[in-house]
């Protein structure tokens, strides 16, 4: 791993509950469980600022201290979010060992300005900002960056430069990202919406030529 392993206090919950959750996230605290290896599952809290800094820093493995209580060594497992996607809710906690061979997300930080996005109506778009990858514990890393500055059409999972013993479980050909041309598009849209406007302002009048009737009493040839 790129970093040392971070301690974490967690404190055993009495009660479980969606009304006890709510409380507990309105104290500043996350509910969260602790499961695996040759021990019980165990309800506990976290301190959620705490839990939420060391996840941004991209840490997967803690060392989980429960107060009065054993440490485990635990892989951040699951994280569940709230309806809307941004509050973290609880987490999942399960024990490991550090060698042990586990299968996480890792994210994707890309560098760099592409060569390819200066091309008229270039744009990057990314497809993956995280990748499947199967390691040991111990080198599991907190993210895999990738300069793009060279980078004309893609980036492909099989062109990471992954930390050894670390591997990739993607598809090598699949794309992190890639440049996308969009002027061509643009250009198509913007000639249909002109003729739709010239088909509705030239819409061709529905002219009926007037037959003239013959006058009662008219002359007949003869």
Sequence with gaps: MGHETPTIQVAV?????????????????LPAVIYGGSGEPTHVSVDALEAVDHLRSGVHVMEVAVEGGSTDTCL?????????????VHIDFARVDLDQIVTVNVPVNLTGTAKGTKQDGAMLVVIRSEIEVRCMVKDIPSEITANITEMMEALTVGELALPDGV????????????????????????????????????????????????????????
Aim: glycine content about 8%; charged content about 40%; overall charge negative.
């Design 13 to 29: 919950r009495e009660r479980t509950g969606t009304r006890y959750a709510k409380r507990l996230r309105n104290s500043g605290r």
């Design 76 to 88: 951040v497992k699951e994280l569940q979010f709230g309806y809307l996607g941004d509050d973290l």
């Design 167 to 222: 591997e990739a479980l993607l598809d090598p050909e699949k794309h992190i990202a890639h440049i996308a041309i969009k002027a061509e598009e643009e250009v198509e849209e913007t000639d249909a919406e002109a003729l739709d406007v010239d088909i509705d302002e030239t819409e061709p009048e529905v002219i009926t030529e007037k037959t003239e009737e013959p006058q009662s009493g008219g002359e007949s040839e003869g």
